[in-house]
């Protein structure tokens, strides 16, 4: 059985930091790309960060330069760094594992992250 579950949510102040991590189970996590999504009440899941088993990275231009992933593939851990928050991070954050080859893909329960003063 895959899980994927993330922690690390919570309320935060504005410019304010926090760490996501998703821990993952159940698949043979080297062989997947790890991502994290956020989605807000009535708008569509966006992609935020997403990192290869190699360690690429890329970014939604909305967090180039305060978001960092990253992951460990010994612990089958992956991170989201987010500093210098902003209300508008205010969402509900999705880690995602996905492989192409066969196609699967599995998403975390999701945590909220909200950036209130």
């Known amino acids: 059985q895959v899980q994927l579950v993330e922690s690390g949510g919570g309320l935060v102040q504005p410019g304010g930091s926090l760490r996501l991590s998703c821990a993952a189970s159940g698949i043979i996590f080297r062989l997947y790309a790890m991502a994290w999504y956020r989605q807000t009440p009535g708008k569509e899941r966006e992609l935020v960060a997403r990192i290869i088993s190699g360690g690429t990275t890329s970014y939604v231009d909305s967090v180039k330069g305060r978001f960092t992933i990253s992951r460990d593939n010994d612990k089958n851990t992956v991170w989201l760094q987010m500093s210098s928050l902003k209300p508008e991070d205010t969402a509900v954050y999705y880690c995602?594992?996905?492989?192409?080859?066969?196609?699967?893909?599995?998403w975390g329960q999701g945590t909220q992250v909200t950036v209130s003063s």
């Open positions: 995602n594992a996905n492989r192409d080859l066969p196609p699967r893909m599995y």
